[in-house]
């Protein structure tokens, strides 16, 4: 089946380290994205790519870097991770022109902890 | 600042009832809008799409869309208790960055049995 999937599905780290989150879908999508949820706050967009070559910061992109490696992998790297990044990452992708422009389909999440 | 807001619940309704969610956004020239579910725990599921002013049926779900009031909501008929989840508006706006969804901070559904 077409899917979102993200590796890894949990994390443990500790303030200062270097991490990546890492999305690949199989869904033939152009555009994917990258979203932080935290309780209270709700969906808050880090970064977008519309294709290889295209990346954009979104809300709140402080601290966050991304990389586009082809159509279907887009990763999410914590330079020096900190404790207040602490939330569950989603990556997320949606196709480009059609009735169903901007429907985005989710991956299954990555739990982050920073200690 | 584009806004979407949401009353955050908890909402319970007996089991058989309608569930009634309400949205409203700030972007008068949004176009485009969308309910997740999302159970705890896991991710957003993309259940409902409405484009245009009116009601939009899909089995249970029926969206529903007045774009003069900025108002979005989702019917939930025949409530089950498998229903019970958060419920997300995410709505596109207009201008720079269109392409993008702000959602809302959802609402906590509770479906008694």
């Known amino acids: 089946d077409a899917d979102v999937t993200q590796t890894p599905r949990n994390r443990i780290t500790k303030t200062g380290k270097r991490i990546m989150l890492e999305c690949s879908q199989t869904?033939?999508?152009?555009?994917m994205y990258w979203y932080r949820q935290d309780p209270g706050l709700g969906l808050r967009l880090i970064y977008y790519?519309?294709?290889?070559?295209?990346?954009n910061k979104g809300e709140i992109s402080d601290g966050y870097s991304v990389s586009r490696q082809a159509q279907a992998k887009f990763s999410l790297s914590l330079e020096s991770a900190i404790p207040n990044q602490t939330a569950l990452y989603f990556c997320?992708?949606?196709?480009?022109?059609?009735?169903?422009?901007?429907?985005?389909?989710f991956g299954p999440g990555t739990r982050l902890t920073v200690l | 600042q584009k806004e979407v807001e949401q009353n955050s619940g908890p909402l319970s309704v007996p089991e058989g009832a309608i569930a009634s969610l309400n949205c409203t956004y700030s972007?008068?020239?949004?176009?485009?809008f969308f309910w997740y579910r999302q159970y705890s725990g896991k991710s957003p599921e993309l259940i409902m799409s409405?484009?245009?002013?009116g009601d939009k049926e899909d089995g249970r779900f029926t969206a529903q869309l007045n774009k003069a009031s900025q108002y979005v909501s989702l019917l939930i008929r025949d409530s089950q208790p498998s229903d019970s989840a958060t419920y997300l508006c995410?709505?596109?706006?207009?201008?720079?960055?269109?392409?993008?969804?702000?959602f809302g901070k959802g609402t906590k559904l509770s479906v008694i049995p």
């Open positions: 409405i484009y245009s002013n």
């Open positions: 972007d008068r020239g949004s176009q485009s």
């Open positions: 869904k033939g999508h152009d555009r």
């Open positions: 995410a709505v596109r706006g207009s201008g720079a960055g269109s392409y993008q969804l702000t």
């Open positions: 790519s519309f294709d290889v070559k295209d990346i």
């Open positions: 997320a992708t949606s196709d480009f022109g059609g009735a169903s422009e901007n429907e985005q389909f």
